[in-house]
């Protein structure tokens, strides 16, 4: 007999790519053994009918330095709440406030907290211009110091990879400057690179060209100028920079890069996920590889609200389900360096298992991206718990500002 087993529910793997009826068992906070409807007993059972049983969500996006940065969000109201096992905060924090990031959010959360350190000392934590201040806002000894910390994921580990962000507002004249040492100290330390893209300059092409295999473009499918496809008429107006002629095929560079082992993440935040670009990528091949949202304080009610909702999104794009569950696990846990650990229905790995409603309906309302564009949907999943290391936590939903709890 195992100490709890999830039964009842539809086992739903994107290694395998399969969903099909099973039950799970778990001992030690990890997975035991997978197998069929019930043949497995556990001392305590998890009621699973209806649902698909996956592994755990990661998010490989989010901002969680909550009461230290303008962003700051608590990662147990974008994780185990919305039904996400892992958190990974995107360069909130640099190497200046690792330890009281790691100290203060990442040992009391329920939720797996996981981090990309910035490039800049300072993160987040003085405003939105990190990299702005030139060489003095990089202390490239300490970063690489804290990347060489404890890997351990039964405590706070050392940081999985270098975020970078690569959009003018951001750099001031730094130029690519800061990507070039986030690449050196990454490429010494065997981590990847997050970098985000949004407004030139730099330009795009200029920024994959640095970039190398296991690295990740986050926004990539934003609806700004110098995206994926270059621009071929003036930008007439209209939502939020999406408008405008495109080439048909994406920047030779995007191409390149995508061979060389470069990853597209979604990053859908407040302003970086037009459906327009996404539905023209698709037609010319190009996939996302992870499916992260950005969250943060200031689009938690919209236009991002969750993990799930951003699935919802890849669904109506016409994207498989587990093709879209794979966005979400074990594309993430090869990112991050974890296959294996998360993001996987093996035995031997961590217990972190989401539990999901498929309604294969429309949603009652359209679906709306950062530019404000709408798509009728094609199913949603609904969070209804989680397994965190063998440990059930239901969902509980977001409340709106200025809105009664239920």
């Known amino acids: ?49 209806g649902l698909l049983v996956a592994p755990g969500l990661i998010d490989l996006h989010t901002h969680v330095y909550a009461g230290r940065t303008y962003l700051g969000v608590e990662p147990d109201t974008i994780g185990v709440d919305q039904g996400v096992t892992t958190v990974v905060d995107a360069g909130s924090c640099g190497s200046d406030d690792w330890a009281h990031f790691a100290r203060q959010i990442v040992a009391p959360a329920r939720t797996r907290v996981l981090n990309w350190l910035n490039i800049s000392r300072h993160g987040l934590v003085q405003g939105n211009s990190e ?11 300490a970063t690489g110091a804290l990347l060489d910390g404890t890997p351990d994921l039964e405590g706070p580990p050392a940081p999985r990879g270098i975020k970078v962000r ?10 690519l400057a800061p990507l070039r040492t986030a690449k050196e100290v990454a490429d010494a330390h065997g981590v990847p690179v997050m970098v985000h893209v949004g407004n030139e300059p730099p330009a795009l092409g200029d920024v994959l060209d640095l970039l190398g295999p296991g690295d990740v473009v986050t926004h990539a499918f934003h609806g700004k100028p110098g995206g994926l496809f270059a621009r071929t008429a003036p930008e007439p107006g209209g939502e939020g920079g999406g408008g405008g002629e495109y080439a048909a095929t994406p920047l030779p560079q995007v191409r390149a890069a995508l061979e060389r082992g470069v990853r597209l993440d979604v990053g859908h935040g407040s302003a970086s996920f037009a459906f327009a670009t996404a539905e023209r990528a698709l037609s010319a091949g190009i996939r996302p ?44 846990a090869e990112v991050l360096g974890l296959a294996g650990e998360l993001g996987t229905l093996r035995p031997g790995a961590f217990a972190d298992i989401s539990l999901l409603r498929l309604r294969e309906e429309q949603p009652s309302h359209p679906l709306t991206d950062a530019t404000g564009a709408h798509r009728e949907g094609a199913g949603s999943l609904v969070a209804h718990g989680v397994l965190r290391a063998g440990r059930f936590h239901p969902v509980r939903p977001t409340t709106p500002p200025g809105e009664a709890a239920a």
């Open 166 to 175: 690569m959009s003018r507002s951001v750099l001031g004249g730094s130029g």
């Open 289 to 332: 590889y992870t499916a992260s949202t950005d969250l943060h304080n200031r689009n938690l009610h919209g236009p991002v609200h969750s993990l799930t909702a951003i699935l919802d999104k890849l669904l109506a794009l016409g994207m498989p389900l587990t093709e879209v569950l794979a966005c979400v696990t074990s594309r993430p």
């Open 131 to 141: 990299l702005a201040g030139g060489p003095a806002d990089i202390d490239a000894a």
């Open 1 to 49: 007999m195992y100490e709890l087993v999830i039964t009842g529910g539809r086992l739903a793997d994107p290694e395998r790519g399969t969903v099909e009826p099973g039950d799970l068992a778990v001992c030690d906070g990890r997975i035991a053994r997978t197998g069929p409807p019930g043949t497995l007993q556990g001392a305590e059972t998890v009621e699973a009918t």
